[in-house]
């Protein structure tokens, strides 16, 4: 098992900056790769962005050049640095931890781009 507890959501302005962090514990050596997923009202769950254990990333097309994921060395938190934020933006992100067979996720902490 894996424990995940997302942190630093909250209400933003439109071109505002977030920095989400993720705190994971329980069998974090056998994580293969952590991510960001965001679900906004009436829509399905969609990728943010990932980073693998060796520190490759990806994003979404809607988030790149204003969303940088990265990780702690110890590989036991994931942060997610927004900028340039858009009311499209406005969601519940959740953190995720992939290993072989499984997938553990977060509770998600809510991110409002509202003026």
């Known amino acids: 098992q894996v424990q995940l507890v997302e942190s630093g959501g909250g209400l933003v302005q439109p071109g505002g900056s977030l920095r989400l962090s993720c705190a994971a514990s329980?069998?974090?050596?056998?994580?293969?790769?952590m991510g960001w997923y965001r679900q906004a009202p009436g829509k399905e769950r969609e990728v943010v962005a990932t980073i693998t254990h060796s520190g490759s990333t990806v994003y979404a097309d809607s988030v790149k050049g204003r969303v940088t994921i990265s990780s702690d060395s110890a590989k036991t938190a994931v942060y997610l640095q927004m900028n340039s934020l858009k009311p499209e933006d406005t969601a519940v992100y959740y953190c995720?931890?992939?290993?072989?067979?499984?997938?553990?996720w977060g509770k998600g902490t809510l991110v409002t781009v509202s003026s």
């Open positions: 995720n931890a992939n290993l072989v067979g499984a997938n553990f």
């Open positions: 329980g069998r974090i050596l056998g994580i293969n790769h």
